[in-house]
């Protein structure tokens, strides 16, 4: 699963959430994995690579779009952990990472449309669009409901 991720990303991991995904979720209290320098908000609190967001407590309703490389089963079982909050993941649903962090603990799935386009960490919109499709996963009952009313384009599946 690891090398897929960074295959489809070329190998950089400071790929940005369109806004656009994140204004559809409503407000998060926690981005654990954010830019050192970032465009925009993507939660009231952030932790950066300097505070190493794997090794602090996480507090609230949190927004994780990972880090793509070996580590990220880390990001995964601390999401599965903590239970309350929003994960932006390519759908590598055959993935050991899906089969132990997202379909026994996660209660919604939303497969987006198309492919995103993330943001470069200047904000500029780069030419290319994601290498593979990517989906949003809620954990907790509340962030099911608010992932299936988001409006965002794709398939929302209660698991
Ligand atoms: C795919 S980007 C997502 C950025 C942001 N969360 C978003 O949704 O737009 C992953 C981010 O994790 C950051 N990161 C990498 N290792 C980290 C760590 N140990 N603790 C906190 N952030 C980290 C990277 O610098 C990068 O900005």
Redesign the pocket.
Known sequence: MNTSFERVMGGK?????PPGI?GALGEFDL??????V?PFD?ARHH???V?????RPWFGRV??????GR?IGGWLKRMAGHGNGVL?VFARTETENFFRYVWPVALGIMFLRGRLT??N?DGSVPVNHAGAPSCLVAYGRENAEVLKNSGLRGKFLYI
């Open positions: 991991s400071e790929w940005l959430t994140i981005d654990p994995c954010a830019p050192v970032r993507t932790f950066t690579v505070e190493d967001g794997l090794l927004w994780c779009n990972p880090p793509y580590e932006l993330f943001l960490v």
